[in-house]
């Protein structure tokens, strides 16, 4: 096998898609496409932004809300990433619903099927650019991405994700081994 080094290029896949929910200090909602996320601890969130209008929202209000995009809204996903908050009204270009939060002060967008609302534990930076950890006070999940036992099925959600290296959306579910098993026959 030959490797090519590409120098300090980071390069782990996948990157999910996170669209960051937040109220402007006019109440004005705004979303914004992260790919640089995930859930740092089982009911924690961190998301790394930088000098955004989400970033600002987020310091003043101390609270946000997540949802991982689906393929069938990835153009309304893309918008929130390539839009600009401090330009545009994102929540009307989208024309998706936003609806406030019943447990935190930020907007859940309807068409998400999954939308995890989040209190700031910790911010490290500021509003020009933080890594900011939310606890998870509340995940509004919709019906058709539960299975018969009420659990998240992700084949039936279809997130997307980021593939920084070709600059494309990928879908996830195809289901490759079982975790905690597929590992069994090397032991």
Not at 59 to 66: D, Y
Not at 95 to 118: H, N, Q, R, Y
Request: aromatic share 8%.
């Amino acid at each position: 096998m030959v490797k090519k080094n590409l120098g300090s290029a980071g390069e782990l896949f996948p990157q999910s898609v996170f669209i960051v929910g937040s109220y402007g200090e006019d109440g004005t909602a705004n979303a914004m496409n992260v790919a640089w996320g995930g859930e740092c601890m089982r009911h924690e969130v961190c998301v790394n932004i930088g000098d955004h209008k989400t970033t600002e929202n987020i310091v003043a209000r101390g609270a946000f809300t997540v949802a991982p995009a689906d393929a069938a809204h990835v153009a309304e996903a893309d918008y929130f990433g390539i839009a600009t908050g401090r330009k545009v009204d994102k929540a009307a270009g989208s024309g998706l619903t936003f609806v406030k939060s019943e447990f935190v002060d930020a907007p859940v967008i309807e068409e998400f099927p999954l939308t995890m609302e989040c209190e700031v534990t910790s911010i490290q930076g500021d509003a020009h650019g933080a890594r900011i950890v939310g606890r998870v006070v509340n995940t509004c999940v919709d019906d058709s991405i539960l299975d018969e036992e009420g659990r998240v099925d992700f084949g039936k959600m279809r997130p997307i994700v980021y593939d920084s290296t070709r600059r494309i959306y990928r879908v996830v579910g195809e289901e490759v081994g079982g975790a905690w098993d597929a590992g069994k026959a090397l032991m």
